[in-house]
């Protein structure tokens, strides 16, 4: 009918909402930290409030893992089964007391770096990144668990050339007892390049490149690294610590196309050209 407002709704639905308590031995944790990742890539982030009690609303059904954190005990991850079938679920969550952990940062010469940043790393997800003191002080590192550890410090803020990075260390929390590492800082190595069309071999302004840490299988070990080239098409990372990296570039509408580099100790390492079709 000429002149009438049809409206429609449209009813989305509300997915399962996840009610959880965080608890210690006989003993509720608030302020407890927990992130959710999930094979439908519906993440989400929450903190335990009164009670140790948490609430990730709207999730889609599917695989998901847990990571819960609390300052004075050991960080955990739990696998989940959200279901399709029902619009909520509860269930507790117990972490244990934490074992005494020490991480310390020095540079070549043996001087210690107390204001380092660490980056800890479990099959793949971030566990913690802050400085070390304060991860000394949370002391959350699980028994028998294995993670990936780096550090890095820049004596000169706001110049990136006088970074300091650790290499990456696998490292594994003693099941029983007290764990210690340590990292050793040296000037740090970074990647760079340029992003060229593949026939007229013009700059890809705004081309994105995505660097990433694998291990000899080619597995990667670490968060991506996201850099942005510059209108003439040439882009530049950050300090890196050495390693084997994966570098793709991607542009929305030309594809993803990669190369594999080293990095060593220190300096500069191109990996000249990475071409998109046009």
């Keep these: 009918v000429a002149g009438e407002t049809i409206e429609r709704q449209i009813i989305l639905p509300a997915g399962c909402e996840l009610e959880g308590f965080v608890l210690g031995e006989n003993v509720t944790l608030e302020g407890a930290k927990i992130s959710m990742v999930t094979s439908m890539e519906d993440d989400a982030e929450a903190a335990s409030v009164e009670r140790g009690f948490f609430s990730l609303p709207g ?3 599917g695989f998901a893992t847990i990571y819960i954190q609390h300052p004075g005990y050991q960080e955990e991850s739990f696998n989940l089964l959200v279901p399709g079938d029902k619009i909520g679920i509860r269930k507790p969550f117990l972490l244990k007391p934490s074992q005494e952990f020490t991480a310390t940062a020095i540079t070549e010469d043996g001087t210690a770096i107390n204001n380092a940043t660490i980056l800890v790393q479990r099959q793949g997800q971030k566990i ?5 003191g304060e991860l000394n002080s949370m002391n959350i590192m699980a028994a028998g668990q294995t ?4 550090a890095q410090h820049n004596p ?6 006088t970074t ?3 290499p990456r260390q696998t490292w594994t929390m003693p099941a029983e007892g007290s764990g210690k590492i340590q990292l050793t800082l040296r000037p740090g190595g970074f990647i760079s390049g ?3 069309t593949a026939q007229s071999w013009q700059p890809y ?3 994105s490149v995505r660097v990433t840490a694998i291990n000899p299988a080619g597995e990667p070990i670490s968060e991506e690294v996201i850099v942005w080239c510059d209108p003439y098409g040439i882009f ?6 050495p390693g084997k990296y994966a570098v793709a570039a991607t542009h929305p509408h030309y594809g993803v196309r990669g190369k594999l580099i080293t990095v060593g100790d220190a300096g500069e390492f191109s990996i000249g050209t990475v071409t998109l079709p046009e």
């Design 147 to 150: 993670y990936l550890i780096s």
């Design 194 to 196: 340029a992003v060229l």
């Design 164 to 166: 300091l990075v650790s």
């Design 59 to 61: 999730l889609t059904q």
């Design 156 to 161: 000169q803020p706001g110049n990136p050339a």
């Design 128 to 132: 913690f990144e802050g400085s070390i």
């Design 205 to 207: 302004g705004g081309a």
């Design 236 to 241: 530049k990372t950050p300090m890196l610590p």
